[in-house]
């Protein structure tokens, strides 16, 4: 049997990974999706390895110590990462496995596994960009120019990725995805 | 603009390029097929520039010397031949080409045009490419054996292709050659 794919979907901040991410699953139901780890507590509704495996925090810092995370990060007080065993159990059986995960995480994940497929998702412009940055709500100028300068940071960090999908409809975006998964399949590998 | 691709279409006799260069042309319609040259004479119905660009011995000849041909071949007393100009007049103008065409000359199309997008079709399995080859009719067991043998020699030259497509379900091999000029589309050139 021949082994599944990380497929690592990334891209700046507001260009929609979550709601691609979203619609690829129920499109291409047999992908896999990534559970991460995190000390935060459940809320309501969420299961433990569905949403996320939740960890204490001497259980996570083992985890990093233990090269268990592909990559972690801390946002206030909690960490995040993404399980090592959990994607390798997944492609080792055979299938497909997607990480949504922003850009720089999807950089550290890559040199523990640069057999992975990176994707980079762009907005059709910069404008469109700035619109749904700035459409999210209630951030000040200084807020939104802080994060459009993130995003194009962020785009020049392209050249790392395997492929840049253009995000203008979501179920144009999707049936790219799909279409760089069957084609990896397809790959002749030297 | 960015330049259109050079899909180039192979695989073993019997193994269905034909039929499946056909229906792909169906299901992607603005997919350009490449129009071989050749020195013999047309067929009631062909028309220059669509089945064949007829061409003189004289003509050929020379095309061979300045080097406007991809790759050429001589069966019995005719000539036939990729030209070079069709080809990349197509991608210059943003459009992408197929080329179907046997092992040896897609490999040599590769020594002149290294960016093409070289896809392999497989049969399901070898017994299938025998039941195919067999099914076209009245050769003897030796003929039999000897394109088997040499279908074999060609599979082996896999390794130099870019992508291997199992030929189970022509739709499904069409889906599978789509989704890798889709793919190929999104790739971040390094």
């Known amino acids: 049997m021949s082994k599944g794919l990380l497929i690592v979907l990334s891209g700046p901040s507001g260009v929609g990974k979550g709601t691609v991410c979203s619609a690829l699953r129920k499109r291409v139901p047999e992908l896999v999706y990534s559970v991460s780890a995190t000390t935060r507590q459940p809320r309501i509704g969420e299961e433990h390895g569905v949403n996320y495996f939740f960890k204490s925090r001497e259980q996570f810092l083992s985890m990093i110590e233990n090269d268990q995370l592909l990559e972690h990060a801390q946002y206030v007080d909690n960490f995040y990462g993404t399980p090592r065993d959990f994607v390798e159990e997944t492609i ?29 998702l762009l907005p059709p412009s910069l404008e469109e960009l700035k619109d749904r940055i700035q459409g999210r709500g209630t951030e000040n100028q200084a807020t939104i120019d802080h994060r459009m300068s993130v995003a194009l940071d962020e785009i020049n960090l392209l050249e790392y990725y395997d492929y840049a999908v253009v995000n203008d409809q979501i179920d144009l975006a999707c049936k790219r995805i799909e279409s760089i998964i069957i084609a990896e399949h397809c790959k002749v590998r030297k």
Chains 1, 2 share one sequence.
């Open 92 to 120: 080792n059986s055979g299938k497909d496995i997607i990480l949504e995960i922003e850009v720089q995480g999807a950089l550290k994940v890559k040199e523990k596994f640069p057999d992975g497929v990176f994707v980079f």
